[in-house]
């Protein structure tokens, strides 16, 4: 079961890893603000399927699983705030809604990734707070 969680994961994180880089080619403003506006949802999903797994494998470790709980939300907020920040240059525009979602889901694509390597380290490493399957 553990296993086919981590390949579904990775056919998640392949599937919305390239649909970000389709976004990114867009040259239309209107069409990139449309394909962030898919793009991000399905980012957001990983992450919460990523997260969900971490947490599940947190469950024997209560200060642990404290500490990722508090780390995600404090997560989320400087995701919101470093966007905010990223697209205040374009607001009040018609790039802005764009700008912030491609932000937003680039954040997120990295905190996935960042998450997922917690999933996948290597037994004994001492820099790693998941236990292995």
Same mark, same amino acid.
């Given at each position: 079961? %553990?296993?086919?969680? =981590?390949? &579904? ?5 392949? !599937?919305?890893?390239? *649909?970000?880089?389709? #976004?990114? $080619? &867009?040259? $239309? @403003? @209107?069409?990139?603000?449309? #394909?962030?506006?898919? /793009? ?16 599940? %494998?947190? /469950? ?11 780390? /995600?939300? !404090? ?5 919101? =705030?470093?966007?905010? *920040?990223? !697209?205040?240059?374009? =607001? ?8 912030? !979602?491609? #932000? ?5 694509? +990295?905190?996935?990734? $960042? ?6 380290? $290597?037994?004994?490493?001492? +820099? ?6």
């Amino acid at each position: 079961m %553990r296993i086919l969680t =981590a390949l &579904l994961l990775g056919v998640a994180l392949s !599937a919305t890893g390239a *649909f970000a880089e389709e #976004c990114k $080619k &867009l040259e $239309k @403003q @209107q069409e990139k603000n449309e #394909c962030y506006s898919k /793009q991000l949802p399905l980012s957001e999903k990983a992450l919460s399927d990523t997260y969900k797994v971490v947490l599940g %494998r947190l /469950q024997d470790r209560p200060d642990t699983l404290t500490a990722l709980e508090l780390a /995600q939300e !404090a997560w989320k907020v400087y995701r919101d =705030a470093e966007c905010l *920040f990223s !697209a205040s240059g374009s =607001a009040g525009g018609s790039a802005y809604v764009g700008v912030l !979602a491609e #932000c937003k889901d680039d954040l997120t694509d +990295a905190r996935v990734k $960042k998450l997922n390597t917690y999933l996948h380290c $290597k037994e004994g490493d001492p +820099a790693c707070p998941v236990p292995g399957p």
